[in-house]
């Protein structure tokens, strides 16, 4: 089965630096790698996607890269906020129907202002 | 507001009761899934329905007993719990097919004393 491994666990930026977050996957034949925010107390929520046609996606302050090849693929959030405070959670999959998601460990972000 | 709503957003109960969580979604969605969230793991998938059907089961024990009477409600029903399964259970939905993402419900916070 798929193998997801997000790093680091922890981060801590100053407001206004960038942060990045990777992950590597295992299964060669995923091809769908969404991005999760967990703010306190709430459930995750998908904050950018990106298929494995792509080798880049941005909006706005947030982007992510895929390396098919070395699959691997990174979260960069540029010019970071305190509202950007949260765990992050990467996954992949292989699209079926019921299309389910292999997830990292998830990363605590905290943006000291 | 993604859309999914989970009850009740908080459950202590003893290990001899029953009880049952509620999830319902909005979004027209026709895959259903529950996840655990326990402190430092990653996202667990326990269950996922697709088109009512259940289609996974990740070997999760028989004490949780999920039901899904339309595509609208998911229902995870507990009975003689551990105290460690203790943990956030989340619902999520998804539209089934190429790129599709989960939106996650706010989850259940269960306590098992």
């Known amino acids: 089965g798929e193998n997801v491994e997000q790093h680091p666990s922890t981060l801590s930026v100053q407001e206004g630096d960038s942060a990045v977050i990777k992950c590597t996957y295992s299964d060669s034949a995923s091809n769908y790698f969404p991005w999760y925010k967990q703010e306190l107390g709430k459930g995750p929520q998908l904050i950018i996607d990106i298929r494995s046609n792509v080798g880049e996606k941005k909006d706005q302050r947030i982007a992510v890269t895929l390396n098919k090849t070395a699959k691997h693929f990174s979260l960069h959030i540029t010019e970071t906020q305190p509202e950007d405070s949260a765990v992050y959670f990467c996954?992949?999959?292989?699209?079926?129907?019921?299309?389910?998601?292999?997830f990292g460990d998830g990363t605590t972000l905290t943006v000291k202002p | 507001e993604t859309g999914v709503t989970q009850t009740p957003r908080h459950l202590v109960m003893g290990m001899t009761n029953k009880k049952s969580l509620k999830c319902e979604q909005h979004l027209g969605h026709n895959a259903m899934y529950w996840y655990k969230q326990s402190a430092k793991k990653p996202l667990e998938l326990m269950f996922v329905?697709?088109?009512?059907?259940?289609?996974e089961n990740n070997s999760v024990p028989s004490r949780f007993s999920p039901e899904c009477p339309n595509s609208s409600h998911l229902f995870l029903h507990l009975h003689t719990l551990q105290p460690e399964d203790s943990a956030l259970y989340l619902c999520?939905?998804?539209?089934?097919?190429?790129?599709?993402?989960?939106?996650f419900g706010q989850g259940t916070r269960l306590t098992v004393v």
């Open positions: 329905y697709s088109l009512e059907e259940r289609v």
């Open positions: 996954a992949a999959r292989f699209n079926t129907n019921a299309g389910k998601s292999t």
């Open positions: 999520a939905s998804s539209q089934g097919g190429i790129g599709t993402e989960a939106f």
